[in-house]
């Protein structure tokens, strides 16, 4: 069982940034793939980045440049830099992890990001 709790979400302007954090409780096996995605109103959920336990990194063509993440194995933990923030950024944002025996990921109950113009 993987439960996940998301925070760092809020209100911001165009070009400010902000920093997502997600923190994963595990009872058996390890976190392998850890990500975020976001979801738009009327639009389908979509990859942000990944981030495996290796540190290799994967981004959304739209989160090059400007968002990083990262992760903290030691503390299940994962993050999301985000800068020079779109108004095309707002969004609910979800925590994934995937353990090596998980099929899908488990998803966190999400935090929304309001980039106003």
């Known amino acids: 069982q993987v439960q996940l709790v998301e925070s760092g979400g809020g209100l911001v302007q165009a070009g400010g940034s902000l920093r997502l954090s997600c923190a994963a409780s595990?009872?058996?096996?390890?976190?392998?793939?850890m990500g975020w995605y976001r979801q738009a109103p009327g639009k389908q959920r979509e990859l942000v980045a990944t981030?495996?336990?290796?540190?290799?990194?994967s981004y959304a063509d739209s989160a090059k440049g400007r968002f990083s993440i990262s992760r903290d194995n030691a503390k299940n933990t994962v993050y999301l830099q985000m800068n020079s923030l779109k108004p095309e950024d707002t969004a609910v944002y979800y925590c994934?992890?995937?353990?090596?025996?998980?099929?899908?990921?488990?998803w966190g109950q999400g935090t929304q990001v309001t980039v106003s113009s």
């Open positions: 994934n992890a995937r353990r090596v025996i998980d099929v899908e990921g488990h």
């Open positions: 595990v009872n058996r096996f390890s976190i392998n793939v």
């Open positions: 981030i495996t336990s290796g540190g290799r990194t």
